[in-house]
């Protein structure tokens, strides 16, 4: 039955087309997957159609319009390539559930709260004390350098150059290479974790994980998480139930990092518009149009940008006499 699914076969064909490009496709081919489970549930063994799409857009009941208009768009993008191979395929529309990418407003840190959640991280279960160690630097990692959680707990031992101070970052998003420098305190911080889990973990070698967790394990991204999960709670003193907004993210120390870089070079004078090149390169983005995104309105750069605004055509806009 599987063999004489045209939507299975085409689906497949699509998925291992995009990968050739060097597109991962992890959530997306898990989408399409579980739309030709669905068409071989219902025996549809013919093209995809609007109505089918629709169908399995809005299958359940329980989902928002936000996952129905991201399942919507998924099928969209695979039925564009399905019809230029296929003149049965019709290309469903997007927009019927409304918009599928909407962007979560981030919670910015100060540095208070995030000392306070490396402080807080000596708390955790730790047997061996290695958990409660590895969340404080890795925290710290992240407020210094703004590189993604993913990188981070994928980093092995080489690839932290203490000599020539930076992190080489590999086959990261993108499929892309760099190396992100650290400030001399940071470099001292990673160097007298590494010395601590040599003495604590002896067959520790070059190739192992830099970040590991208790007993050696690595320190995955769920790891993390959970960790950070825990330690939350220190940052919303009425409660999670209570609190006022999305609670913060692992991932929001990112945005935070972009929108303090920002706020240095506006204090010191910079010129921001030609800066925000090296940003975007050192945070490891194609485009500065991606590194925008990771910018929030805070009080301080709205402070700034309005003095600045005022500064420059405050004059014109007196009211004559």
Known sequence: ?????????QIEAYIEYKQSLGYKLKIESQ???????????????GSITVDLA???????????????????????TFAKYAASID??????QTGVFGKCHGRVTPYIYTEEEILRLMKESANLFSPDGIRCLTVSIALGLLWSTGIRVSELVNLKVKDVNFRER???????????DRLVPMHQTVLE?????????????????????????SYGRQFNLRAFEYAFQQLRPCLMPVGESN???????????????ACRTILKWLESGEDVNQKIYLLSVYMGHVKPAD??????STPELLSLASGKFEIRYGKELQPDE
């Not at 039955?1 to 076969?9: E, G, P, R, S, V």
């Not at 399409?32 to 219902?42: G, Q």
């Not at 930076?166 to 892309?176: A, Q, R």
């Not at 911080?189 to 967790?213: A, C, I, M, W």
């Open 87 to 92: 003149p049965q395929a019709q290309v469903p």
């Open 54 to 76: 629709m169908q399995w857009a809005s299958l359940d009941g329980s989902l928002s319009r936000w996952y129905m208009a991201r399942r919507l768009e998924t099928l969209h």
């Open 166 to 176: 930076h992190l080489y970052i590999k086959n990261t998003k993108f499929h892309k």
């Open 243 to 257: 609190w006022y907004r999305r609670p913060p993210r692992l991932y929001d120390v990112r945005h935070s990092f």
């Open 291 to 296: 590194t925008y995104w990771y910018l929030t």
């Open 31 to 45: 989408e399409l997957r579980r739309f030709t489970k669905y068409t071989r549930e219902i025996e549809h063994s």
């Open 189 to 213: 911080q990673l160097k007298n974790y590494n010395l601590k889990l040599k003495d604590k973990l002896p067959g520790r070698s070059e190739d192992h994980f830099f970040f590991v967790t």
């Open 1 to 9: 039955m599987l063999a004489d699914n045209k939507i299975t076969k």
